[in-house]
């Protein structure tokens, strides 16, 4: 049963351009939502986060937006960079503690 | 290094053996997590601890598994007569506060079950 589902197992953009990662969620009691990028043989770092009871967050070149009615959140890398290659993981938080990952993105960042 | 620790960063062990590993986490968290990630999935929950307090398990926590964190300060997780489906990466992770945090993650340790 995946709760949380990334669709799209790759992605590549042009150096510049805008990149936009997309999660899928089924359970609507999740109420925070968290994007993780990992690079290999590292572990994954936090990027941004958003609570339900909001609609977008931002930080720099990073947007998280939240559509609850759809259960769909994504995230915007504009401009994108080639530092920017990695997996990229959403994650929901599901009961008290608990963190549910989806399966990842990996994006590919073309100079 | 200030980060999330673990030890060791690869083992490689037979068919029925015992392994232990070791989480150091950053030292004002009180929050640590335990996770499992095979090849081409996200980090699975295992089990979480508050403290020295361990408040969630997973399922996937079978009763050959078990994790500690004596004093509320580095955690272990022993995996006991290992299998071949037990070859994965063992992520550790830390947190700190009363609210939902970020998570710092360590860099995992790669288990290969022969």
């Known amino acids: 049963d995946q709760q949380v589902k990334q669709n799209s197992p790759s992605l590549s953009v042009q150096e510049g351009r805008i990149s936009i990662l997309n999660c899928d969620y089924t359970?609507?009691?999740?109420?925070?939502f968290l994007w993780y990028k990992k690079y290999p043989a590292e572990g994954p770092t936090f990027l941004i986060s958003?609570?339900?009871?909001?609609d977008k967050n931002e930080d720099g070149r990073f947007t998280v937006f939240l559509n609850k009615s759809a259960k769909h959140l994504s995230l915007h890398i504009v401009p994108s960079q080639p530092g920017d290659s990695a997996v990229y993981f959403c994650?929901?938080?599901?009961?008290?503690?608990?963190?549910?990952f989806g399966t990842g993105t990996r994006l590919k960042v073309l100079a | 290094d200030t980060g999330v620790s673990q030890n060791p960063r690869h083992k490689i062990t037979k068919r029925g053996q015992n392994v232990t590993f070791r989480c150091d986490p950053i030292?004002?968290?009180?929050?640590l997590y335990w996770y499992r990630q095979t090849l081409g999935q996200g980090p699975e929950f295992l089990t979480y601890?508050?403290?020295?307090?361990?408040?969630?398990k997973s399922r996937l926590l079978s009763d050959r598994f078990s994790a500690e964190r004596p004093k509320g300060s580095f955690s272990t997780l022993e995996i006991q007569r290992t299998e071949q489906g037990d070859s994965a990466m063992y992520l550790c992770?830390?947190?700190?506060?009363?609210?939902?945090?970020?998570?710092?993650f360590g860099p995992g340790t790669r288990l290969t079950v022969l």
């Open positions: 994650a929901a938080k599901g009961g008290t503690y608990k963190y549910i």
């Open positions: 030292s004002e968290h009180n929050r």
């Open positions: 601890f508050q403290n020295e307090a361990q408040l969630e």
């Open positions: 359970n609507s009691m999740f109420d925070y």
């Open positions: 958003i609570s339900s009871i909001k």
């Open positions: 992770a830390s947190s700190v506060g009363l609210g939902f945090g970020e998570q710092f």
